[in-house]
């Protein structure tokens, strides 16, 4: 069994950071690529940032230039640090881990952006 714990998320003034983290733990012999998600209200989940085991990076155009993903191998953790944060990027946010050929998800963290 996996599960991701994500943290790190909350209330915050327009142009603000915030720094998330999701924490893979269980049966993990190695986990391919990290990534996170976010849904707002109303619309579809998106891929935010992607990073793969060697440490390939994918970013949403709308996030390029405010949001670094990074992870640690090491600890299964990966995190996303935002930065210049906007009011539409306010959603709840989403870990997932590819493992084996299997996806895996976090319960989500909402991050919400104040004008």
């Known amino acids: 069994q996996v599960q991701l714990v994500e943290s790190g998320g909350g209330l915050v003034q327009a142009g603000g950071s915030l720094r998330l983290s999701c924490a893979a733990s269980?049966?993990?012999?190695?986990?391919?690529?990290m990534g996170w998600y976010r849904q707002a209200p109303g619309k579809q989940r998106e891929l935010v940032a992607a990073?793969?085991?060697?440490?390939?990076?994918n970013y949403a155009d709308s996030v390029k230039g405010r949001f670094t993903i990074s992870r640690d191998n090491a600890k299964n953790t990966v995190y996303l640090q935002m930065n210049s944060l906007k009011p539409e990027d306010t959603a709840v946010y989403y870990c997932?881990?590819?493992?084996?050929?299997?996806?895996?998800w976090g319960q989500g963290t909402q991050v919400t952006v104040s004008s």
């Open positions: 269980g049966s993990i012999f190695s986990i391919n690529a």
């Open positions: 997932n881990a590819e493992i084996g050929d299997l996806d895996y």
């Open positions: 990073i793969t085991s060697g440490g390939s990076t």
